[in-house]
């Protein structure tokens, strides 16, 4: 790989554990029932989402690559929603 391309991976995967980071916050934030806190960590997630959509699609154009580091991010959500979902039922 050539630098560019690690470095633009690099700074993709940063991305996606902020938001894995502000996921596991939400969790917490549900547990305690901190209605503020809900909200900002939503719009928080919201903004970031839309942040690395856009980088996401001028860094990396439609290749392999994208779909791994896609699947991947997916891939902890779900594991890490159905851990929440768990812990609050």
Request: charged share 20%; proline share 1%.
């Amino acid at each position: 790989m050539t630098e560019k391309k690690k470095t633009e991976s690099f700074y993709l995967s940063i991305g996606y554990g902020v938001i894995l980071m502000l996921l596991l916050a939400a969790i917490k934030f549900l547990l305690v029932d901190d209605y503020i806190g809900n909200f900002i960590i939503v719009v928080s997630i919201l903004c970031m989402g839309s942040i690395i959509r856009y980088f996401e699609r001028s860094l990396l154009p439609v290749s392999r690559e994208r779909r791994i580091l896609k699947a991947v991010f997916i891939g902890c959500v779900i594991v890490i929603g159905l851990g929440g979902f768990l812990i609050l039922f």
